[in-house]
């Protein structure tokens, strides 16, 4: 099946700091990529919709300054989370949609964690 | 999410014997996908259903989405301690590719 990567699988900073993490779509091309944050023992929630040459676009409550999403190319989507506070501290993981066949499915990579100290 | 439940939160299966889970929703599937998850890693794709009565096997796990399209569930057949992990279900209920989760249910095989 389709492959997605994600750069770093974890990281620790202090507080204050900014954290870069990289979505990768290895074997295809995604126009649009979705991040999601889980936190211990519960589900994922949709963070933001990653769109190649657009503005990302925020779910309701994540604040757009505090995590800048850059859809670089067609194959690689960032996101940075700004002035890192350990509230922050959660399981970062990204997901792309493509099509395989006629079947469409979205592929999720294998996640970061993040710990913010 | 309230928008999509799953059940049993947990359950424990004895090596050999059948599960099921199952995931409701309240509003129309767009698109409904089943992943399973090791806890701390990432969502490993099981099947995605999208045609009320759909369903579809891959090994020993079937899924089926029922006429309606609001309820999904997942059957796994003489399991394995390879089955164990979390299932997640996640649905497009906006048909715009966002996907919402249910809280998952975390699989327990027994030898």
């Known amino acids: 099946g389709a492959v997605v990567s994600q750069h770093p699988s974890w990281v620790i900073c202090k507080s204050g700091t900014s954290v ?11 126009t649009t990529m979705f991040w999601y944050r889980q936190f211990p023992k519960q589900s994922l929630m949709l963070m933001a919709t990653s769109n190649e040459g657009s503005k990302a676009t925020y779910e309701q409550g994540v604040e757009k ?6 859809h ?9 989370v700004t ?8 399981f970062y993981i990204c997901s792309a949609p493509t099509s395989l066949g006629f079947t469409y499915t979205q592929y999720f990579g294998p996640g970061t964690r993040l710990t913010v100290l | ?20 889970i199952n995931c409701t929703s309240s ?39 029922d006429e309606k ?31 919402s989760f249910g809280a998952g249910t975390t699989v327990t095989v027994r030898a």
Not at chain 1, 23 to 30: E, G, T, Y
């Open chain 1, 20 to 30: 870069k993490i990289e979505c990768r779509s290895l074997d295809f091309q995604a």
């Open chain 1, 65 to 70: 300054d505090k995590f800048l999403i850059n």
């Open chain 1, 72 to 80: 670089a190319s067609l194959t690689l989507s960032t996101l940075t």
């Open chain 1, 83 to 90: 002035s890192a506070h350990p509230e922050d501290s959660s």
């Open chain 2, 1 to 20: 999410s309230q928008e999509l439940e799953q059940s049993p939160q947990s359950l424990i299966v004895q090596e050999g014997k059948n599960l099921t």
């Open chain 2, 27 to 65: 509003k129309t599937l767009y698109g409904l996908y089943w992943y399973k998850q090791k806890y701390g890693e990432g969502l490993i794709f099981l099947m995605m259903l999208q045609k009320g009565g759909e369903e579809k096997s891959h090994e020993k796990i079937t899924a089926k989405l």
């Open chain 2, 69 to 99: 399209k609001q309820q999904s569930s997942l059957h796994i057949t003489a399991s394995q301690p390879s089955h164990a992990g979390i299932y997640l279900c996640g649905a497009d209920l906006n048909n715009d590719y966002k996907l």
